[in-house]
Each structure stands twice: as structure tokens, then as C-alpha cells.
């Protein structure tokens, strides 16, 4: 069926360094990828998207990558912040209505 | 720009009640999606509305009801409540509809007890 999965439930990282959250795919068809952050009482937040013609895209400090041949989605966080410190979901445009679909989530933990 | 607006913000109703919740979208976007949060099932969509017709309906039981107005508001209802309906209701607004850019609110905590 349709779905999209996370590879790390929890990461935790130290202030400074380098992020990497996982995200698996699993619809070949799907064209379409977005990855939001939600901070504990908020909703979710837009950070970054990719169309599937594109392996690569960069924000600013972030960079999501998208290898299509292995349906893996990932998101790059530099000089991570205590800010940084959310839930990251990644979303595909891959349901049965055109609809997104969102992965479980992985929580980004922040060490000052 | 304003963001997307949701109300209210917390509700609790007790089983078999109905509720409304409230939806008001970034000026200018067309389309609203509703979306039920939990901690076990993730973000679930429920449907979206574009120009005031349902475009798109996800696999919640008949109960989950929407509409939306001619100013781009847009409610959703719930009628016969169940536990199992405590959850965060999201709602995003986009431009152009399901599958681009969409812009979330702060979501509706919804506690059926």
C-alpha cells in the first residue's frame, strides 16, 4: 500500500553540528515531497520541498536530497540549533486522492 | 500576510456530541485540507475543499463532515462523537489544492471524554 516511513524515530544532536533525518518512500509514482517541522503545540511548518525531476534542493540551511532509484527522501539541517529542536515530518503527494501522505515523524533532539 | 486560522483552539465534548471547527485560510488560497492528528495513526487526511466543493475525501467514516464558504472559510464537523476522535484537527491552506505547498494552521485539540 501507500506509505512513507521514517528510518529514525528520535536523533539526537549536539548545537553546531550537522543534521540528517531519514525519510522512506514507498510510491514510485509519487512526484511531489515536502518536508515540515512541528514544534510542540504548534502546526506543522512548510521548511523545504522537492518535485521529483530534481535529486537536490537547498534552503536556506537546509538541503533536501531525493534518490528516486531507492525511494529515499532525506533532510540536511546545518549548524543545527536549539531552535531546530521539533518534530520533522517528510510528506509525499503519492495518496489515492492526490492527497499528501506523512511519514510518522522524527524528533530532533538539540544538545546545547 | 496573516496565516491560517483555526477555532478554536481547544474543545472538550463528551460522546455522542457534535462539534465544529473553524478553518480561515491565508487570503487568497482557494484550497483547504483538514487533516486528523494522533499519536498513533500520524496526520491523517480528511478531505479538502476548493472553491466551496469537496474535491477530495479521505477514509474517515460519513460522521466527518466539512463545508466551505464563498470567502474561503471553512468548517468541519463531527457529529456522534467517539473517544476515539480526541485527536489534534490540522487544517492547511494552499493555492492551487492537494499535492503543493500547503500552509498549516495551529490545529484544534479536540478531547472526546
Known amino acids: 500500500g501507500e506509505s512513507v516511513g521514517l528510518h529514525l524515530p528520535t536523533l539526537s544532536v549536539q548545537e553546531g553540528d550537522n543534521s540528517i533525518i531519514n525519510c522512506a518512500y514507498s510510491?514510485?509514482?509519487?512526484?511531489?515531497f515536502i518536508w515540515y517541522k512541528q514544534e510542540s503545540g504548534k502546526g506543522p511548518q512548510f521548511i523545504i520541498d522537492?518535485?521529483?525531476?530534481?535529486d537536490k534542493r537547498q534552503g536556506q540551511r537546509v538541503t533536501v536530497l531525493l534518490n528516486k532509484t531507492v525511494k529515499h527522501l532525506s533532510l540536511q539541517i546545518a549548524a543545527t540549533q536549539p531552535g531546530d529542536s521539533a518534530v520533522y515530518f517528510c510528506a509525499e503527494k503519492g495518496g489515492s486522492q492526490g492527497n499528501l501522505i506523512f511519514g510518522k515523524g522524527t524528533k530532533l533532539s538539540v544538545k546545547p | 500576510k496573516a496565516g491560517v486560522t483555526q477555532t478554536p483552539r481547544y474543545l472538550i465534548k463528551t460522546r455522542g456530541q457534535q462539534v465544529t471547527l473553524s478553518c480561515s485560510p491565508i487570503s487568497g488560497h482557494r484550497s483547504v485540507s483538514w487533516y486528523q492528528q494522533t499519536p498513533g495513526q500520524g496526520l491523517q487526511f480528511l478531505f479538502e475543499y476548493f472553491s466551496e466543493t469537496q474535491r477530495n475525501k479521505g477514509n474517515f467514516p460519513g460522521r466527518f463532515s466539512g463545508r466551505q464558504f464563498s470567502n474561503s472559510r471553512s468548517e468541519m464537523n463531527v457529529s456522534t462523537l467517539e473517544l476515539g476522535d480526541s485527536a489534534l484537527y490540522l487544517c492547511?491552506?494552499?493555492?492551487?489544492?492537494?499535492?503543493?505547498?500547503?500552509?498549516f494552521g495551529q490545529g484544534t485539540r479536540l478531547t472526546v471524554v
Open positions: 522537492i518535485r521529483s525531476n530534481m
Open positions: 492547511a491552506s494552499s493555492s492551487r489544492g492537494l499535492g503543493t505547498e500547503a500552509f
Open positions: 510510491n514510485s509514482a509519487s512526484d511531489y
